[in-house]
């Protein structure tokens, strides 16, 4: 700013923001600074002298943005407030999107979904960071900020066979530089031998030194960065070397935008060990519309990743209970109680859900596997008076899209045996 006149001016600065895209109260996310980053709002200009003012720009997320900004001469009669200049600003975070995802297992896409939270990860990667601005550490077992964690299911099967292996592949879909990276927790320790030596050591820090120094799991790459529209396919694996269950934190670092805290999971079965591997302990059906003649049936998928047919039963006991307390109207009903999943292979089971209130119904159910332990699943639905489907996960296309195709495979392999 100049001062051209022959006399000392003070000048009161003002801005207004014309223009915001977002639902947030009208705050201005521009700043007039001096050069020690100090906030002006009044400035003194000496006769015939200039000075330079910053304008620093903190915006909750993307979009145009534009703000005028007026200047006011006091300790004079003439006071009046007049426009200085117009500032816009385009704001663009570095964000992500899955473009694809498969597995080395032949498992539908949407079990494959719901292993890895696949939705729930790509609205995380294509969302703008918080505004907490703190940065996220590995102290323990897990990561801070719980609510977001990622969990990742690696799938089970028997010790030494085949990794299993996740390609993901990631797009950037902005107009700004994305530069992502996986922090693994030895990223975290400056120094992993005294931390070992002069500190107790948890239960959770031992499974997780001892995972690393097995290397069961495996990211490659482990860091890029991508341009506007380039994609890069991440290799995720999970090695079968030790017995038992593994989980395993990391953080997906997107400089300048999200950090996103992953937890990897895998499990590894003895040779005589029977198992079904469930996406989640909790599962959580699709709400249901009140006073439907017919309810939809839903589906809980699992695999049997053990060498053994299992034979599974599940205990309608709970089931009984619950509809019993409901004027005996079937708030559950399952389809087929009892079934038979070859080894490799995946399993589903028919839930049928009439809710008589709007509101939340849960049920423990106890799934018994002939020769094996027994597993607990927990099944939540909510009755809804007014509900609509959401739009389907990627599609659940092929990677390549044909203009002329009159339908698409959900499988990306299909086994024709041996």
């Known amino acids: 700013m100049i001062n051209k006149s022959n006399c000392t001016v003070n000048v009161l600065l003002s801005i207004v923001q014309s223009q915001i895209e977002s639902d947030s109260n009208c705050e201005n996310y521009l700043k ?97 960071p918080t505004s907490t601005g703190s940065e996220l550490e590995i102290t323990g077992s897990d990561p801070m900020c719980p609510d977001e964690m990622i969990n990742m299911n690696f799938n089970c099967a028997t010790h030494n066979t085949s990794p299993y292996t996740i390609r993901l592949e990631v797009v950037n879909p902005g107009n700004t530089e994305a530069n992502f990276e996986f922090k693994f927790p030895a990223d975290f320790r400056m120094d992993l031998e005294g ?101 939809p049936i839903q589906q809980i998928n699992f695999y049997n990743g053990s060498s053994n047919k299992i034979h599974y039963e599940v205990d309608l006991e709970q089931i009984r209970k619950i509809n019993s307390e409901n004027w005996d109207w079937q708030i559950f009903k399952i389809q087929n109680p009892k079934g038979l999943v070859q080894p490799g292979s995946c399993g589903e089971i028919q839930v049928q859900f009439s809710p008589l209130e709007p509101k939340e119904y849960a049920v423990e159910l106890k799934v018994k596997i002939i020769g094996g332990q027994d597993q607990c699943l927990r099944i939540k639905g909510t009755g809804d008076s007014g509900y609509s489907d959401s739009p389907a996960f990627l599609n659940n296309k092929s990677k390549i899209d044909e203009s002329g195709a009159l339908c698409s495979l959900s499988l990306d392999r299909i086994q024709l045996g041996s």
């Open 195 to 295: 931390w070992a030596q002069h500190s107790s050591l948890s239960q959770d820090q031992y499974e997780i030194l001892k995972i690393e120094e097995n290397k069961l799991f495996r990211i490659n790459p482990r860091r890029a960065r991508l341009k506007s529209g380039e994609r890069v396919v991440i290799k995720m694996s999970y090695s079968h070397r030790l017995v038992g269950s593994h989980s395993f934190p990391v953080i997906l670092s997107i400089s300048g935008g999200r950090e996103i805290p992953l937890r990897l999971t895998g499990i590894t079965l003895g040779a005589e060990d029977k198992y079904l591997n469930f996406p989640f302990a909790h599962h959580e059906l699709k709400p249901v519309k009140l006073g439907l003649l017919q309810a």
């Open 32 to 128: 007039i600074e001096d050069q020690r980053s100090r906030q002006l709002r009044e400035l003194e200009l000496g006769p015939r002298c200039s000075s330079v003012v910053y304008l620093s720009v903190l915006c909750p997320g993307d979009g145009n943005y534009s703000w005028e900004i007026y200047y006011e001469i006091v300790k004079t009669k003439f006071k009046r407030r007049e426009l200085l200049c117009h500032v816009t600003a385009e704001i663009c975070y570095p964000i992500l999107k899955m473009s694809h995802m498969s597995s080395t297992e032949v498992i539908p896409k949407q079990f494959l979904y719901e292993l890895t939270s696949a939705r729930r990860l790509d609205e995380l990667l294509s969302s703008t």
